[in-house]
């Protein structure tokens, strides 16, 4: 059996095999949801930017550069920065790893309420299409802009839920930045019991 694959500019005895209608494409102006300007407001990203920077001095003034210039090293930076601030506006979820590491639990407590402040009840669709402009934008599109409508379920178009995550940050800094964290992780997670001498041993449940 052979599988071929046609192209819209093969042609068989002369004729097209695809009749496919041109490309027309177009860019729509999407705007960032209340929740999205907010944390592009926050110190988060005022924090991406200050961590960014650090980063870069401290390889500078260690000239851990690798081989590399000092020009490409500012070069690499800049671009892990710029892409963190991108995600802080439309991809905050996938800050995640960045948060547990590069954030204290008083950015986490402000942008908590921050976001706490906002009126949730309209959807991110409702705000794409609050006014005439954008629904211009989107006529040609009403077609899956009903079935977002009809979509319950957390997606493009429904609410994004926050609290959990963040609530998961803020719990994660705390018991890092406590003294007393490590023992209380131990202790909720391993069972202790006495042996010889002073010398406790740690089992898992």
Not at 2 to 9: A, D, H, L, Q, T
Not at 37 to 56: D, G, K, Q, V, W
Not at 105 to 123: F, G, I, W, Y
């Amino acid at each position: 059996m052979v599988m071929y694959r046609r192209m819209p500019e093969d042609t068989f005895l002369g004729r097209r095999i695809l009749e496919l209608p041109p490309t027309q494409q177009r860019d729509i102006w999407i705007p960032l949801s209340e929740a999205e300007y907010t944390i592009n407001r926050s110190s988060p990203c005022r924090e991406i930017c200050l961590f960014y920077e650090r980063r870069l001095e401290e390889e500078m003034n260690l000239k851990a550069t690798d081989g590399r210039s000092e020009a490409k090293l500012e070069f690499q930076h800049q671009l892990m920065k710029n892409m963190a601030l991108r995600e802080a506006s439309s991809h905050f979820f996938n800050l995640e790893k960045w948060f547990r590491k590069g954030v204290c639990a008083e950015t986490v407590q402000n942008l908590k309420k921050a976001l706490s402040d906002l009126d949730t009840t309209a959807t991110i669709l409702d705000q794409v299409t609050a006014n005439e402009i954008e629904q211009d934008r989107l006529a040609e599109y009403q077609t899956g802009v009903a079935r977002l409508r009809e979509r319950k379920e957390t997606v493009f178009g429904g609410k994004f839920e926050w609290d959990q995550l963040l609530d998961a940050f803020e719990t994660e800094i705390l018991l890092n930045d406590d003294t007393c964290g490590g023992r209380y992780v131990l202790e909720r997670s391993l069972s202790a019991c006495r042996g010889g001498g002073e010398e406790l041993i740690f089992n898992l449940p």
